[in-house]
């Protein structure tokens, strides 16, 4: 159950941050360079106060392989959502998120079971069915740039699964990405910078709350997941990016949401279903104390 809880929140979170990120974007409330400076300060503050509030020290917290993959994403997602629509962007980021987790789990030794890979391909089915029909050829260099940032997110969320504890390791690798942050600021300063009241907001709710939160439950939950499962669950991202778009963004609700809906949660519950007792438990790369 603690689990399951963490990782639905954390995936509010990231439905969230696609669609903080393209109002921001699409209204011209902030340019894509500032929003990731802010993004990234903001979310290292939120969480160093949590750590604060524990009595714990950051020294040593995360590492720089991890801030690198974390900094590389945040970049590539807001550059890349200038152009795309909350739907496409979804739909590359967590197709690429997916690969790159699914071989990840198979380098270290995972098989997944016949029933959660029936389950995988409903939902993939289902994800397609959902987006395929409304969705524009996208532009090819903001579609490599989302693709980019779904492989950086993978490579993220695998060594989450090796990091102890979860809050001092997203704590610490958001804090390794402070001179990211101020390098994007300079850049934006020498160049196009544009923020408004409501972009600086924006920008703010989607580090402290969205990512700097979001990706600590994440990381407290993928170790009970397995990678084979993590990757399956993402998939109910588009979907609620989907219905909170419906809300927030004024798009229109289509038949093809109920259907693919609908396969991403039947596929998601065949995902999900552990092995009887008395089979091996999927291998991992390390078992996490939680």
Sequence with gaps: MRTALFAAMALLGFAANSLL???ALRAGEIDAASFTAIRLASGALVLALLVVTRGARLRGAGNWTSAIALGAYAVMFSIAYRELSAGTGALLLFGAVQLTMIAGALRSGERPTALQCAGWFVAAAGLVVLTAPGIDPPPPFEAALMLGAGVAWGVYTLRGRIAGDALMATTGNFVRTLP?????AIVALASDAHLTVAGVALAAASGGIASGIGYSLWYAAVPGLGA???ATIQLAVPVLTAIAGIALLGESLRIALAIGGSAIVLGLALALVRAPTGRARE???LDVPR
Excluded: S
């Design 228 to 230: 084979t499962r993590a």
């Design 283 to 285: 291998p991992r790369v």
């Design 21 to 23: 990120c393209r109002l």
């Design 180 to 184: 990211f942050a101020i390098i994007l």
